[in-house]
């Protein structure tokens, strides 16, 4: 059996925890959120916690067993704390601007390039070179990051482009010079 898996995760007093045949309901603060279980584990509640149990001792169940464990652990996590994102733009002239729910980004190409962000996720544009993601879903706030961040990755010899906060770009020698004699 998964170390991981067998950890019992420990529901807070403000959080509704709901297993309904193979789906997770997970009600708190922040929001909502629900997972659909494979066949392979169940989730139970015992004493005020949340246990994840493999059905078998097959191959899968095993596979499956920490990793549902988590991500039922996340769930509950996002919906009394939360999930955030910082992206930094590096460049000149390369900006982001928040009109709503979409952002609009000068990346250095011809014209403007803009996002609509998922429903779920809040975003908080700071100052015009950092954005901050936020919401409920560790998962959903993670692919919108790295969403914004393939609009234009970090290069490699100037370090432009848009990277995760704390992100260290290793920058490539340019060319040499012409030799001296």
């Given amino acids: 059996m998964s170390r991981i898996g067998k950890v019992p995760i ?9 297993v309904d045949g193979d789906v997770v309901s997970v009600k ?3 929001g909502a959120l629900s997972l659909n279980l494979p066949s392979h584990v169940v989730v139970k509640i015992e004493d005020g916690k949340a246990v994840v149990h493999p059905v078998s001792g097959g191959r ?7 990793t549902m464990r ?8 996002g919906v009394t ?19 709503g729910s979409t952002l609009s980004f000068s990346l250095g190409y011809s014209h403007q390039v803009t996002f609509n962000l998922p429903k779920e996720i809040e975003a908080i544009v700071e100052k015009p070179t950092a954005v901050t993601l936020r919401g409920a879903s560790k998962y ?4 919108t990051a790295a969403n914004i961040r393939a609009l234009r990755p970090p290069d490699s010899y ?3 482009g848009i990277r995760y906060a704390n992100e ?5 020698a340019g060319k040499s010079g012409k030799a001296t004699s």
């Avoid at 899968?60 to 920490?66: E, T």
């Avoid at 988590?70 to 996590?77: E, G, P």
């Avoid at 460049?91 to 601007?97: D, I, L, N, P, T």
């Fill in 70 to 77: 988590v991500q039922v652990n996340n769930m509950v996590v």
């Fill in 168 to 172: 260290v770009v290793k920058l490539k």
């Fill in 10 to 18: 420990t529901i807070p007093d403000d959080v509704q925890l709901k």
């Fill in 140 to 143: 959903l706030v993670g692919q």
């Fill in 28 to 30: 708190g603060p922040k």
């Fill in 60 to 66: 899968q169940a095993r596979a499956l067993h920490g």
């Fill in 81 to 99: 704390k939360g999930y955030e994102k910082v992206l930094e733009i590096h460049g000149v002239g390369f900006r982001v601007q928040q009109q």
């Fill in 158 to 160: 100037k370090g432009k």
